[in-house]
């Protein structure tokens, strides 16, 4: 057998197991949001979501603050930009029901559903409509509000 044989034998696996791989496990873990009031925000997550601020960065002069928050495996960016675009200031019509392209929510899978629901009623969070059952999936799931207005979607787990 040649030498080029030898090299295809040893090689092929490897190359087989490198295109076999698949993402199917893939988790999101990180995300990072631009936020209007940094104290107001890391308290929303914190005392919503359980998030623990790992830590803050600040430049005045760079016109930013940063705070890097951390929920079991999940790690959340908030960012204070003085530059940073306000929709409803930069775009003549915007309301409520214009939709903007790009990252348009997150969501988190609740461990026990109702009483997160029951908890977020109690820290008086804006409630995007009720608890549905998502036909897909088949779990009870709602939307609720940040301080900036974006969306965080919560899933049952079961």
């Known amino acids: 057998m040649n030498k080029l044989s030898v090299a295809i034998w ?3 696996p490897l190359l087989t197991y ?3 791989r698949t993402y199917n496990e893939l988790n999101l ?5 631009i936020v209007s009031d940094m104290e107001v925000s890391s308290n929303w997550y914190v005392n919503t979501f359980d998030f623990e601020i790992i830590n803050q ?3 005045e002069e760079k016109g930013f603050k940063i705070s890097n928050l951390r929920q079991g495996e999940n790690y ?14 930069a775009l003549a019509g915007y309301n409520d029901k214009s ?12 461990p026990d559903f109702e009483e997160a629901i029951r908890r977020l009623e109690g820290l008086d969070v804006v409630f995007n409509g009720n608890v549905l059952l998502d036909k897909i999936t088949n779990r009870k799931m709602v939307t609720i509000q940040d ?4 969306r965080v979607q919560l899933f049952s787990r079961e």
Do not use: C, M
């Open 29 to 33: 873990s990180f995300f990072a949001l």
């Open 99 to 110: 939709r903007i392209q790009g990252i348009f929510k997150i969501g988190f899978f609740i």
């Open 147 to 150: 301080p900036d207005g974006n």
């Open 18 to 20: 490198a295109q076999s």
């Open 57 to 59: 960065v600040e430049s």
């Open 76 to 89: 959340l960016e908030l960012i204070e930009l003085n530059n940073a675009i306000i929709p409803e200031k």
């Open 10 to 12: 040893f090689f092929l």
